[in-house]
């Protein structure tokens, strides 16, 4: 069990909260971890490749000379693959990438790559993420605040903040989520992990009967 320190907008501890990471997931496996993001990398490839086969390219199926009597080397229609402007021989066709893991390991990894960040000490706890209208310069505050103005960031809230959406979208740098939407390959590509307190609690909800089941 770790006490996490709670912080405000202004980067001040105001509390702290019990919270042990193994209530995500017992370990952290990082080949499944590594499978499920190779697994969004290859869904993201478009794999609209395309190009010519020798019988789509224009042209005349004509032999371009006779194939004997000339000394030289026979040779096909002005379409074959050997010759400029021709076809290609093994042509490129459109291609699916996408496979998927089962859903049971998907929710396994999205729990480890969660407790790698705990462990990692790369989570950071705010007491509250409220804006009174989306402001980008008072969310750029309270990342310097937290200390995270330079580094790739996460913002997990407990439920859909349009303000908080609209205040970091933005941001090169910042991704802003529900803790309903976290998966495996945006908690990695994000260095740090800013939570609500409310966000934690519902994470908790969320996973811990999963981890133990």
Known sequence: MAALPILDK??????TYDFDPAELAGEVNKQLLHDAVVMYEANRRVGTVRTKSR???AGST???FKQKGTGRARMGTKRTGIRRGGGNIHAKRPIDWSYRLTKKALALATRMALRSKFDDNQVIVLDDMQFAQPK??????????????ETSCLVATAKIEPTVYKSGRNIPTLKVLPVSDLYTYVLLQQRQLILTKGALDALREKHSKKAEA
């Not at 202004?10 to 509390?15: A, D, E, M, R, Y």
């Open 10 to 15: 202004t980067g001040q501890q105001v509390g």
């Open 55 to 57: 019988g789509e390219v």
């Open 62 to 64: 004509k032999k371009i």
């Open 136 to 149: 980008t310069k008072e969310m750029v505050s309270l990342l310097k605040a937290v200390g995270v103005g």
